[in-house]
């Protein structure tokens, strides 16, 4: 029975890495998706079964699941050199003369993408992945396999026979362009549910596949790098004794083995057909789904590298061509100006559409009046738009060459003194770098973004009432403030279009259940600029009601960790609004909570004033959100990142290495859960 089952799972195992193959090597899927899922959910029932015939290298463990407490810093038995740059053909044919002056006449080139993500070394043993280890500082790197076994194009288990006993295989792991965008439509989805402004969702969102590709690298939770579906072109192999002349006769056999390897990887006679790669690649690079930031060039013969040798930071046979940013010229036709919840005005540029790198660009944020005034854009103006490492593209600059001065339209752009929407005259404070419409209770994106965010989950969490509902009675004039969703009446609610008697029921069950949300979320939830989810749970805590809030003095805000004077201004402002306090009495009459409560009120105390926690790191007796919780509502200070000015790290089982080498660095002291718990118990 035993050998059955074994044979069954090496069978099941076998046929996975088979169709992990023809999909991501060959490109050829030769099952469905959801086929394949289902095979997979068999062999992982079969090994918990049946643990003891589970293999490290099984295709059950691409799933991830396993938790890093740190990732070991591992030394490079090869050492990962960087490569020398070159901008220009006429740097490409120095280098060319250069490998001839050093006496070689007759040789070939391979040129490769040069894609951007995050370099790797895979070493294989017997035909096994047993390590992966990222480039580091080129001497050393971090050890990251349990990571790297997840992304489906590296395989665990080579194919066929022929491949070295032992040998290293280096690439490029990277974040496919349609995985950034989902993932960043996903969390964008999520932070607007939660109530976040774009100004800072466009700070949470990742910045470039990059970026995303290091961080999803270092994260301890190998399942949640799994979500991700990273992906990875290897392109050199290194070893004792290899058994191949030529550097592209050695990728060409590691793609039998079952390594991903460029189909765009070119065999060249001379530079010139170099020169002809490049111009073709600049342009049709923008059609791949990875981001790609020049060509690697490397002569093809090992025996003609071995020869050139290295410098001190570099090989001599190779150089990498860089690509200029992705760069056009077109007219600028219009500024609009678009109203936030919070009343910040960002102008856009709508452009002339024109192609850049593979999209159609039609507008480019302007982002406010000192940008438009360094610029010095004005409307019908020809401006290079440029596409960097970054996903949004920006006006660089203006071809002055092409301005028309005694046209009247190119006269200098005037920002727009009152608001597009409601016509209030803009504000624009000192220290700040946005022009502000203050009209928050009559300019109509704001009302209705307020009560986007008034709603959302981690403020009122109304799921029933979403956007579109709140414009419809909005636009019907059943909502002005967010205190008129308490007054919401289900004859109401059927006038509106598809709103039938079911969906009315849940949208008011969901108004009644939110009046019992704890003040700290309701103080989040009324939308007072500057003042987010973080910041209303240490002015809910400091204070205990909204009273005390609203009565405060600026130096007595002040007192408050994290409010600085801009912010406690802010509140003064608020709350000093006559239409803002008809606003808050009407939710007070309605029966929300501007109070803590009595059970939140037992449980604080000053025992942690001016004291500030760095928590990291996984917990047994309570969560991290927990822990927070109490660290605040003890008097004490939530911090981020660890500064000379922390006075604890509170470390959990899998407290990240690079925070404790700060921590102990900076001399910050590092206590434990239990040593936190007694320090509320004195």
Not at 35 to 53: G, N, V
Not at 400 to 415: C, G, I, M
Request: aromatic share 8%; net charge negative.
């Amino acid at each position: 029975m035993s050998e059955s089952i074994r044979n069954k799972i090496e069978e099941i195992s076998k046929e996975l890495e088979e169709h992990n193959y023809n999909y991501y090597v060959l490109s050829n899927p030769t099952v469905s998706d959801f086929d394949f899922d289902k095979l997979l959910e068999k062999l992982i029932d079969l090994e918990k079964q049946y643990p003891e015939y589970l293999q490290p290298n099984s295709p059950s463990q691409r799933v991830g699941g396993t938790i890093t407490k740190e990732f070991k810093n591992v030394k490079h038995k090869y050492p990962m050199l960087s490569l020398g740059n070159t901008y220009n053909e006429e740097e490409l044919r120095d280098f060319d003369e250069r490998i001839k002056k050093a006496g070689i006449s007759e040789f070939e080139y391979v040129a490769e993408l040069k894609y951007d993500g995050v370099s790797i070394s895979l070493t294989y043993v017997d035909g096994m992945l047993k390590q992966a280890v990222t480039r580091g500082d080129g001497e050393k790197g971090d050890d990251v396999t349990v990571n790297v076994k997840t992304i489906n194009s590296i395989p665990l288990k080579l194919r066929g026979e022929n491949f070295p006993a032992e040998f290293e295989i280096r690439g490029e792991i990277f974040m496919p362009k349609s995985e950034f965008l989902r993932i960043n439509e996903e969390m964008r989805k999520q932070l607007i549910e939660d109530g976040y402004d774009e100004e800072e969702i466009s700070e949470r969102l990742l910045k470039n596949p990059r970026n995303a590709t290091s961080g999803t690298l270092k994260q301890l939770d190998s399942k949640a790098v799994a979500e991700r579906n990273l992906d990875c072109y290897l392109y050199s192999i290194l070893g004792e004794n290899l058994p191949f002349a030529s550097h592209y006769d050695s990728l060409i056999e590691a793609k039998k083995w079952g390594f991903k390897i460029s189909a765009d990887m070119e065999k060249l006679s001379s530079v010139d057909g170099v020169v002809k790669y490049l111009s073709k690649w600049d342009k049709k690079r923008h059609d791949l789904n990875v981001e790609t930031d020049g060509v690697v060039i490397k002569v093809n013969s090992f025996e003609q590298q071995k020869f050139l040798g290295f410098t001190a930071k570099s090989p001599r046979w190779a150089i990498a061509y860089k690509f200029k940013a992705a760069r056009v010229a077109t007219i600028l036709e219009s500024i609009s100006y678009q109203v936030g919840r919070t009343g910040a005005i960002t102008p856009v540029a709508n452009l002339k559409p024109v192609q850049l790198a593979g999209t159609t660009v039609k507008r480019a944020s302007l982002h406010n009046a000192d940008i438009i005034e360094k610029l010095d854009v004005r409307i019908g103006d020809t401006v290079f738009v440029e596409k960097g490492g970054e996903i949004i593209p920006k006006i660089i600059s203006v071809d002055l060459s092409k301005r028309d001065l005694f046209s009247e339209a190119a006269q200098p752009t005037k920002y727009i003194t009152h608001c597009p929407e409601c016509n209030s005259e803009l504000v624009r404070s000192s220290g700040e770098a946005n022009h502000y419409c203050h009209n928050e209770l009559g300019c109509p994106p704001q009302v209705k973004g307020k009560m986007e965010h008034f709603v959302s989950r981690k403020a009122m969490n109304i799921d029933s009432l979403g956007a579109e509902t709140i414009a419809q009675l909005f636009d019907a004039g059943l909502l002005k403030t967010i205190a008129d969703i308490y007054d919401l009446k289900k004859e109401d609610l059927l006038k509106i279009d598809r709103m039938a008697e079911k969906s009315a029921n849940n949208l008011l069950a969901g108004v009644e259940a939110s009046k019992k949300v704890p003040f700290e979320r309701v103080l989040f939830a009324i939308g007072i600029r500057h003042i987010g989810e973080t910041t209303a749970k240490k002015l809910a805590f400091f204070y205990k009601n909204i009273e005390s809030i609203k009565n405060a003095t600026l130096e007595q805000l002040l007192e408050v960790g994290d409010v600085g004077e801009r912010t406690a201004q802010t509140i003064i402002d608020y709350f000093s609004d006559k239409r803002i306090e008809e606003v808050l009495n009407k939710l007070k009459i309605a029966g929300l909570q501007f109070e803590l409560s009595d059970e939140q009120l037992s449980n604080t105390s000053e025992k942690l004033k001016d004291l500030s926690f760095v928590v990291s790191g996984v917990f047994s007796k309570f969560s991290r959100d927990e822990i927070k919780k109490t660290i605040e509502q003890n008097g004490g200070k939530n911090v981020g990142s660890i500064s000379g000015k922390t006075n604890f790290v509170l470390a959990g089982e899998n407290m990240g290495p690079e925070k404790l080498k700060k921590a102990e660095k900076l001399g910050v002291k590092i206590i434990t859960e239990d040593e936190f718990i007694n320090m509320l118990e004195e």
